[in-house]
Structure formats: C-alpha cells, structure tokens
C-alpha cells in the first residue's frame, strides 16, 4: 500500500496544527513534510498528497506555490487534497483556493477543505499585528482573538485522511 504525503507551510502555525493532526489520523500511514525544511519534496511514491497553506492575498505561500508550480504534473497524476486556512469566509475562500491554485491543477483534480483560519499576534511585529487586527475586523472578527477556525470541516478532513488510499 502507499503512503499519503502531507506537505504543508505555516506563516503562524495553524496549518502546522492541522498537518499534525492529519499526521495521527494516519496512524503511520502518511510522511509529513514542512516545505520549508524540505523544499525538494519527491512525490512519486505516494499515491494521495495533502498540500496544506494559509491563503495570503489570494495567494499561497510561497514555497507552497513554487512545489505546486514545480510538481505540477506530478500532482496531476495523484489524488490532490487541498487544505487552507484564512480568515475569509468560506466561499470566498475558495475561490481564492481557485485563484491560487491558477489551472496548475485541473479543478477535476484536486478536492478544497477551506478550514477557516486563526491568527496568534503575541509573536508578531507592529506591522503585522495591526494588518491582522484590520483584516479580522473586515471578517467581523474578535481583533484581540481572531479566529474562525471551522472544526466540522477540520474533522472531516481528518476522516478523509484515516480513510486508506
């Protein structure tokens, strides 16, 4: 049997979170990779890929858009399940999830959990901190705890990951 991969980036550590989670759901049945400390990810031998980002600007981050740019038609080839968070309502969400993935992938291709998203401010700086506070008011978020994290789809992503390939 093959193993899934879980390739993931995290700007303040809710994807990470997420990958984690998805790791124990496996029960040893997915390798999980933080692209940042493994960039040149090989995925020929895993039959399901979980690409996990935030979503910045209609944007995912960047070693995660140059690995779907760079595997391209690798993942063609794959069952894709994409898994983002970001503070944007779900529908917007993903079309953003459209937007980024840029026909790289065919939408036939790939599956979209947009998971919602939180932000941790405590470690940021000045900048970033009140950037966070003015998009979590444009979301109608609490600017002191932003978070709109939807755990229904967070645990039926981590079914879909107990589920073997």
Do not use: W
């Not at 995290?10 to 990958?19: S, Y």
């Not at 960047?62 to 898994?83: C, G, H, R, Y």
């Amino acid at each position: 049997m093959k193993k899934d991969a879980i390739i993931y980036s995290t700007l303040c550590g809710t994807t990470r979170e997420t990958a984690e989670r998805m790791r124990l759901a496996s029960k040893g049945k997915a390798d999980i990779f933080d692209i940042k400390e493994n960039p040149s990810v090989n995925i020929d031998k895993y039959s399901r890929v979980f690409v996990g980002s935030g979503i910045y600007a209609k944007k995912f981050s960047k070693e995660i858009d140059q690995f779907i740019t760079s595997n391209a038609s690798k993942l063609n080839s794959k069952e894709v399940i994409l898994f983002v968070h970001g503070l944007a309502p779900e529908a917007e969400g993903k079309k953003m999830v459209e937007e980024a993935v840029n026909n790289r992938i065919p939408s036939s291709k790939y599956k979209t959990y947009y998971l919602g998203g939180k932000l941790d401010l405590k470690h940021k700086n000045l900048f970033l901190r009140m950037f966070s506070r003015f998009i979590a008011n444009m979301a109608k978020l609490d600017p002191k705890n932003p978070s709109n994290i939807n755990e229904q789809r967070v645990e039926e992503l981590i079914k879909c990951v107990s589920m073997t390939s």
